[in-house]
Structure formats: C-alpha cells, structure tokens
C-alpha cells in the first residue's frame, strides 16, 4: 500500500542555518504531497502543498518540490529561525475511496538553538 | 483557523471504563476525520465520516466507534479503554473527499491508568 518515509529526527540546527527534511513516498496513483507542521502543545497546521508533479509548494520560507522520477517531496529553508522548532509530518493524499486519505509519515522533530 | 474544537482537551481514565470524544466544527465540511498520534507513527487514522450518520472506518478502528447526529458534532467512543488507547486524538476535516487538504483540531490528550 501506499506510504511515506521521512528522515529520522531529532534535526538539531543554529540560527539562520540551511534546513532539509527529506521525505519519500510510495504510491500507486498520482498521488497530492502535503507537509504539515505542529508546534509543541497544539494540532497540526497545513505548511504547503503540491498536486502534480513538478509543483513547487511554497510558505513561510519553506519549500518542497514534487518529484515524481525519484517519489520525493523533500522540505527546505533557506534560513531557519528559533520560531521554526517544531514537528513537521510529511503526507500524500490518494484520494481512494472517493475520501480524502491522508498518509502520514513519522514525523521529524526540528529543533533550532540561537 | 479551521474552527474546529476538541472536548475535552485532556482525560485521565481507567482501564474498563467507557469514555467519549468529542469534535465539533463550525465549517460546515462534510468530512471529518479521528486520527491517534503515537511517538514513531505519526498519525493514524481510526475513523472518518462522509456525511450524517455515514462513517466508515480506518487502519486502528479497533476498540473505538462514532458516531456523527449532526454535520459538526463527529464524536469518538472508546466502549472500554485499554493501556494501548493512551494516545493523543486528532480531529480534522476537509471541505470534499479526493485529494484536498485536512485542518486539524487541537486535540486531545487521553490517558487510560
């Protein structure tokens, strides 16, 4: 069945350093790629998204590009900031069942120091 | 803000005893969704609905039921709750079914003794 791998975490960076957090997927179809992320204490908030391949989803700084030859929706920031320590979930959308199925993957924690 | 609301935000309970979860949105979105979130899984979905009183279920249904009376109320039921229950719960919903995006409730931290 359909499925997402992302790195394993903790991801411990500086201040202003550049991020990565990759992420591949298994799929069937065509599958909708989302990153979502969650702040300590709170439910998940939708980052960005991509629906095709070649889409670039953008927010926030934050950027993913679908890549459907290598399955991969790998998340990247230029500069990160204290404010950007969080859980970030990677997440494809096959649609099956006329339902919206979200797959998540394992999450990678993110931690940002000064 | 998605205006979802979850009740309670957390619960400690014992094993054996019954215990209710609720959802409530304020949208109008036809979907809703339970999700449990366990340290290495990140999240799995238990149940989701498609309508009133339609709900069909997920990969981790087992020991759980809903119910949905009304288009913003989806509520969660534990019949009796076991150790392996202890979890956090995630509502969400989306607007349509296919490939469109979910917005998360705050969720709610249950934890069975």
């Known amino acids: 069945g359909d499925s997402v791998t992302q790195m394993e975490g903790p991801v411990t960076l500086s201040e202003e350093a550049f991020l990565t957090i990759n992420c591949t997927y298994t799929a069937t179809g065509y599958p909708s790629l989302f990153w979502y992320v969650q702040y300590p204490g709170e439910g998940l908030q939708l980052l960005l998204k991509?629906?095709?391949?070649?889409d670039k989803g953008s927010n926030k700084g934050f950027e993913a590009t679908y890549r459907k030859e290598t399955t991969s929706f790998h998340l990247e920031k230029g500069s990160v900031q204290v404010s950007d320590s969080a859980v970030y979930f990677c997440?494809?959308?096959?649609?099956?069942?006329?339902?919206?199925?979200?797959?998540f993957g394992a999450g990678t924690r993110l931690a940002v120091h000064p | 803000d998605a205006g979802i609301t979850q009740s309670p935000r957390h619960k400690v309970t014992e094993t054996g005893t019954p215990v209710t979860l609720r959802c409530h949105q304020t949208?109008?979105?036809?979907?809703m969704y339970w999700y449990r979130q366990d340290p290495g899984h990140g999240l799995r979905l238990i149940h989701y609905s498609y309508g009133v009183k339609d709900t069909d279920k997920g990969e981790v249904s087992d020991g759980y039921s809903v119910s949905r009376s009304k288009t913003e109320d989806f509520l969660l039921t534990l019949e009796s709750a076991t150790s392996s229950q202890t979890s956090v719960y995630f509502c969400a919903i989306s607007l349509a079914g296919g490939q469109n995006e979910q917005f998360f409730g705050p969720g709610t931290r249950l934890t069975v003794l």
């Open positions: 997440a494809l959308s096959d649609g099956a069942g006329g339902y919206n199925k979200l797959i």
């Open positions: 949208e109008n979105h036809r979907y």
């Open positions: 991509a629906t095709k391949a070649d």
